[in-house]
């Protein structure tokens, strides 16, 4: 499987490096590696590798797209790279804008090619997806607490926290709302919207906690209520430095996903 990476973050590097060393073993081989600062590939990716426009991704003959850098490269090459290969959206909060989630849809679907969307920090997603695809889902809500420095909020909402505050609810509300608000830290909140696709991104709801005293984790609490009084409550911890938008759990999770982008045919996949 032929794998082009979009975004060199930690996640970026990471996916990168560990191509590199097990590849053979799980049958991956980069592609290509593309990010906005082309110069930051150059220590730690071969020239030839380096895709410098993205335009010219469909060159490369990747299997599988992976983007691991911001919503707006879902919008703007989402529809073109699911025309060509299978595609692994790192951000899903892109999907909560209902024209691009229909557009990915329709564009998968037309060429047989499967919106992989890896569960991240979601513990239980495909629980919650046989929970919804059987109809008995009836409420979900997923709050998230970390570290205020964690957060990037594109609006000024949490500019004047201090060290030592304590817990401060950022925002809540359905998820459709939150997503643009902070499209780098709910990703999980998405994932947990396609899960549950019969509510979607305006009946599940989400909450944003800023805590100082979550200097070591990140927190994600997800309530599912089903029918006749079925309720499931998880508490998720995940080691985190300080500043960190990602918790160090959620890479491993994410290679799992990746692993599993073998084609399952014009549709979206919660892997």
Not at 57 to 76: L, M, N, Y
Not at 211 to 219: F, I
Not at 256 to 267: A, D, E, F, W
Request: glycine share 10%; charged share 20%; net charge neutral.
């Amino acid at each position: 499987m032929q794998i082009g990476i979009v975004g060199f973050g930690h996640l970026g590097q990471f996916l990168v490096e560990r191509i590199q060393k097990e590849g053979p073993k799980t049958g991956l081989k980069l592609a290509f590696v593309w990010n906005r600062n082309s110069d930051k590939l150059k220590d730690s990716v071969p020239e030839e590798l380096i895709l410098h426009n993205l335009l010219e991704f469909p060159k490369r003959g990747a299997d599988v797209i992976v983007e691991v850098c911001h919503p707006r490269i879902v919008k703007e090459f989402g529809p073109q790279f699911l025309s060509q290969s299978h595609f692994l959206v790192g951000s899903p909060s892109a999907l909560s804008d209902p024209d691009l989630d229909q557009q990915l849809r329709s564009v998968a679907k037309l060429h047989g090619k499967t919106l992989y969307v890896p569960c991240g920090a979601l513990w239980g997603g495909p629980d919650i997806q046989k929970l919804n695809d059987c109809g008995t889902l009836t409420a979900l809500t997923v709050r998230m607490s970390k570290h205020p420095s964690c957060f990037r909020l594109s609006q000024d909402l949490l500019s004047d926290w201090s060290e030592g505050e304590g817990r401060r609810v950022i925002v809540s509300g359905p998820v459709a709302e939150i997503c643009p608000l902070a499209p780098n830290n709910v990703n999980t909140m998405a994932a947990a919207a396609i899960a549950g696709s019969t509510l979607g991104f305006s009946g599940v709801r989400g909450e944003l906690v800023s805590d100082t005293a979550l200097k070591d984790y990140h927190v994600v609490e997800v309530e599912v209520t089903g029918v006749d009084g079925f309720t499931v409550k998880t508490v998720r911890r995940n080691p985190a430095k300080l500043g960190a938008v990602t918790g160090n759990a959620t890479y491993n999770s994410f290679w799992s996903s990746l692993l599993v982008c073998r084609g399952h045919g014009g549709r979206v996949y919660l892997c």
